[in-house]
């Protein structure tokens, strides 16, 4: 989880340099806005999918287990309503942050206008914090989740 947190850290930190890049014109190691975009959206669409991933391998890990040691459904209930309230969220900011790198492309052959990006680019990021916060709250509910499970395995062996 340590790896989860460091990634949204770093993903959101890159962003949001990357949105003062495009204002103010400056280089981080030789690296330009544009240059920069591509890092900070590769970072944040991987950090995206490690956290999708993960919550849908631990997902699966807790179904098998329930069904193995014939536990309450309740268990998998509660990682089926942690998923339901974070992936729509996660995937509307994934969609809202991609659209604003294409359109970054947009702005830089003059096709649409810089204000669109830049209104479209705040969107997502200030969205991506609700989902920062989302997340947190879906790692720590899921990780009582597995305790709870653990000690109710511990109990039948």
Same mark, same amino acid.
């Given at each position: 989880?340590?790896?989860?947190?460091? #990634?949204?850290?770093?993903?959101?930190?890159?962003?949001?340099?990357?949105?003062?890049?495009? =204002?103010?014109?400056?280089?981080?190691?030789?690296?330009?806005?544009?240059?920069?975009?591509?890092?900070?959206?590769?970072?944040?669409?991987?950090? $995206?999918?490690?956290?999708?991933?993960?919550? =849908?391998?631990?997902?699966?890990? /807790? &179904?098998?287990?329930?069904?193995?040691?014939?536990?309450?459904?309740?268990?998998?209930?509660?990682?089926?309503?942690?998923?339901?309230? #974070?992936?729509?969220?996660?995937?509307?900011?994934?969609?809202?942050?991609?659209?604003?790198?294409? %359109?970054?492309?947009?702005? $830089?052959?003059?096709?649409?206008?810089?204000?669109?990006?830049?209104?479209?680019?705040?969107?997502? %990021?200030?969205?991506?914090?609700?989902?920062? #916060?989302? $997340?947190?709250?879906? %790692?720590?509910?899921?990780?009582? /989740?597995?305790?709870?499970?653990? &000690?109710?395995?511990? #109990?039948?062996?």
């Amino acid at each position: 989880m340590l790896l989860m947190y460091t #990634l949204m850290f770093l993903s959101f930190i890159t962003i949001f340099v990357n949105g003062f890049q495009w =204002i103010f014109r400056f280089d981080i190691y030789n690296a330009n806005y544009i240059s920069f975009s591509f890092i900070s959206t590769i970072l944040y669409m991987f950090t $995206q999918s490690v956290v999708m991933f993960y919550l =849908i391998g631990s997902g699966k890990k /807790i &179904k098998e287990l329930v069904i193995e040691y014939k536990l309450d459904k309740v268990f998998y209930e509660k990682v089926i309503e942690i998923k339901r309230v #974070l992936f729509p969220a996660l995937t509307i900011n994934m969609l809202i942050v991609g659209t604003a790198f294409v %359109l970054g492309g947009g702005v $830089q052959t003059k096709v649409i206008s810089k204000y669109w990006h830049y209104c479209i680019f705040y969107f997502g %990021l200030f969205h991506y914090l609700k989902v920062i #916060l989302l $997340q947190h709250k879906a %790692l720590t509910d899921n990780a009582i /989740i597995l305790s709870d499970l653990g &000690k109710k395995i511990n #109990l039948k062996d």
